[in-house]
Nanobody, 122 residues
Framework: QVQLVESGGDLVQPGGSLRLSCAAS????????MAWYRQAPGKQRELVAT???????NYADSVKGRFTISRDNAKNTVYLQMNSLKPEDTAVYYC????????????????WGQGTQVTVSS
């Protein structure tokens, strides 16, 4: 069974920084696109950033220049470095993986972590 576990959420002041991590565990041979989403209270979940296995990235316009997504394929882990945080970045951040190949179970699709809370407030 593949699981995604996020960490790193916290309360931070405007202008501050945080680094989120998401580790995939289980019988994993390869992971394709890894992504971060976020959901603020009363709003729909939105895509923040994606990174493919080769390292190509995409960002939502609202975070470009402030957030950086990266991954360590050897550790099956994706990171989100968040700088110059704003109150509007406050949300639960979720890790997502679109496709995983497991030697034990074959292909699996659309995995989600449990979420980690990021609060930006003075």
């Amino acid at each position: 069974q593949v699981q995604l576990v996020e960490s790193g959420g916290d309360l931070v002041q405007p202008g501050g920084s945080l680094r989120l991590s998401c580790a995939a565990s289980g019988s994993i041979f390869s992971i394709y696109v890894m992504a971060w989403y976020r959901q603020a209270p009363g709003k729909q979940r939105e895509l923040v950033a994606t990174i493919n296995r080769g390292g190509s990235t995409n960002y939502a316009d609202s975070v470009k220049g402030r957030f950086t997504i990266s991954r360590d394929n050897a550790k099956n882990t994706v990171y989100l470095q968040m700088n110059s945080l704003k109150p509007e970045d406050t949300a639960v951040y979720y890790c997502n993986v679109d496709k995983i190949f497991s030697p034990a179970t074959g292909w699996g699709f659309n995995y989600w972590g449990q979420g980690t809370q990021v609060t930006v407030s003075s």
